[in-house]
């Protein structure tokens, strides 16, 4: 959903929305690029049931990211996401750590499945997908974003989490980051 900032942003949206049609939607008539995300009646039903449980979602996840920096707070090789201060409010879709530079993000990740715990490489460097590749981007360009990229690990995270289960991740993590020492 998106909440336009000006009616002339909102129009924009409406015709990006619906093929890049022009104010009017004739037909035929196409002012710019456009896309078709228009919501079926059903998505746009399920959006408004989410809306409606809003807070309470994002206060759950606010609370299991809570628990997540609770715990791996110190742990060595271990770097949590920096806490939110004053009017700023996450939605939290997604709980990543950075692993420090000799931990072996790919490693951990085949560790903690063995442990039955899920978890992801994430997030990708978006100029090395191929399609950006063909316009000339290499490995090198952004040392910065590609260092973060190569250390990230995305952990188990949904708003039903409970605090067993973060103390279990949060274990498994720090078992599995010392046997890879």
Known sequence: MIIP??????ARLRSERNQGRAADMGWLE?????????LSDLAAALGVAQVEKLDSLLGRRATVAALYEERL??????????ATRGQERRSW????????DEVNRDAVIARLAERGVASKAYLPCIHLFPQLRELGYREGQFPVAEAASAHSLALPFFPAMSEAEVDRVCAALVAAIRSGR
């Open 93 to 100: 879709f997604v709980y990543t750590v950075r692993l420090a």
């Open 73 to 82: 707070a110190g742990v060595e090789g271990v770097e949590v996401p920096l």
């Open 5 to 10: 900032s000006s009616p002339a942003i909102a």
């Open 30 to 38: 196409h002012e710019g690029l456009g896309f078709n995300y228009r």
